[in-house]
């Protein structure tokens, strides 16, 4: 359970979270560089006292997730797409994750208004002793009474502290999990909406990586045997995901290392996710805390629309 400080700071993580997906929605324009979005949103986010919890991902059209700007990256968002803004934060490690998707032809109102209404849905059902698959199921109906397919292999996730990815998974669809959430449990729920297949597959396009080191001696191994480029990788972000443009003054070979790193299975690279009928996708996240009687929002994305 949390504390009443760690509470605090959540609170505090999740208005950052929130003004950053607002300011996010003001700036995201066709023709603008996906590299100066990730980058002034990530800036902003430094700027209020907290740091990313992942890059800023950008995921246009059939892209669903995993990809933030390249360094020196001339993409720029194109007319008439779809464009997902994935943003987390956190302060000591605690986090909020939560995203918006903008469109710039009104056809894709529909797709946009599937997610965030299955997004609504999650926040009536969610508390203390419901069933993951309940929630599942719940995205699923709200997402197909809209004429759109949920994307079955994207999930919502537990987290706790330094972890955004903490065991638990929340499905799109009803996938027969019978376990409950917990009060004082915190999620990351994320609605994925698409006109395709409503599967992602793996794209070998890498812009995000994580360390994954699981004991203090592995750590000491890889440190003695790298130096400071380990080091740095945390003192970038701890252990949470990391971009090479995060690294990339200091380091003029930072690709050339981090090919090796994940060669050596000392980092994990995020393969980009496509949509496997590159159908569009949409997206709508906020973090909650589940309550015996509900559950608290902590980024309140659903504002944002009203
Ligand atoms: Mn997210
Ligand atoms: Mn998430």
Redesign the pocket.
């Known amino acids: 359970m949390l504390n009443k400080e760690d509470l605090e700071t959540l609170r505090k993580v999740g208005d950052i979270v929130h003004k950053t997906l607002n300011r996010a929605l003001n700036i995201v324009r066709p023709g603008m560089k996906v590299l100066d979005l990730c980058e002034d949103l990530e800036n902003y986010i430094r700027g209020q006292g907290a740091r990313p919890a992942f890059p800023v991902n950008v995921s246009i059209n059939d892209v669903a997730a995993h990809y933030t700007a390249k360094i020196d990256d001339d993409l720029t968002i194109p007319e008439k797409s779809v464009v997902k803004i994935d943003v987390g934060a956190h302060i000591d490690g605690l986090i909020v994750?939560a995203a918006v998707t903008v469109s710039f032809d009104p056809i894709y109102e529909n797709l946009l208004k599937a997610a965030l209404e299955a997004l609504k849905t999650v926040k009536h059902v969610l508390k203390h002793g419901v069933p993951v698959r309940k929630i599942g199921a719940a995205i699923e109906k709200t997402i197909k009474a809209h004429g759109f397919k949920p994307i079955e292999n994207l999930t919502?996730?537990l987290i706790k502290r330094y972890e955004l990815h903490a065991g638990k998974s929340i499905p799109n669809v009803d996938n027969g999990d019978e376990r409950h959430v917990i009060e004082g449990e915190i999620y990351?729920i994320?609605p994925f909406a698409t006109n395709g297949a409503g599967v992602v597959i793996d794209y070998p396009v890498f812009t995000i990586y994580r360390l994954q080191i699981t004991s203090a001696k592995q750590l000491k191994k890889v440190q003695k045997k790298y130096g400071n480029i380990i080091n740095d990788i945390i003192e970038v972000n701890d252990h949470l995901p990391f971009t090479p443009r995060w690294l990339k003054d200091k380091y003029t070979n930072i690709l050339e290392l981090i090919n090796k790193l994940v060669d050596e299975n000392i980092l994990y690279a995020y393969p980009m996710l496509v949509e496997e009928k590159h159908g569009y996708v949409s997206q709508f996240?906020d973090t909650f805390i589940v309550k015996s009687d509900g559950c608290e929002e902590l980024a309140h994305t659903l504002d944002l629309f009203k």
């Open positions: 994750d919502g996730h990351a994320e996240e």
